[in-house]
């Protein structure tokens, strides 16, 4: 049974910084992507960023570009969202995701499981 369980979210004021994590168990997570995507009140779930099975690549959103960095720690079992320069919009429930897929990390459905998701309040 795979389980993903995200931590490290919290309350932050804007320029802040937050690094989530996600613990992956389950299944090789070596052979797979991950990614992160997050949710705001009365929003779609949107993409935030993915990196591939080795953390050779990774993809990120335009908005979270330069912001935010994923990565990955396979002998952990772990992904990683390092988020810098945190603004109001970026509050949301954060999701982590993993992907048997190499491409199309930016869509939702590319993605078989799924966290529970940890909140990140940005303040003003």
């Known amino acids: 049974q795979v389980q993903l369980v995200e931590s490290g979210g919290g309350l932050v004021q804007a320029g802040g910084s937050l690094r989530l994590s996600c613990a992956a168990s389950?299944?090789?997570?070596?052979?797979?992507?991950m990614g992160w995507f997050r949710q705001a009140p009365g929003k779609e779930r949107e993409f935030v960023a993915a990196i591939n099975w080795s953390g050779g690549a990774t993809y990120y959103a335009s908005s979270m570009k330069g912001r935010f960095t994923i990565s990955r720690d396979n002998a952990k079992n772990t992904v990683y969202l390092q988020m810098n320069s945190l603004k109001p919009e970026d509050t949301a429930i954060y999701y982590c995701a993993t992907s048997p897929k190499a491409y199309g990390l930016g869509e939702a459905t590319q993605y078989d499981y799924w966290g529970q998701g940890t909140q990140v309040t940005v303040s003003s």
């Open positions: 389950g299944r090789t997570f070596s052979n797979y992507a």
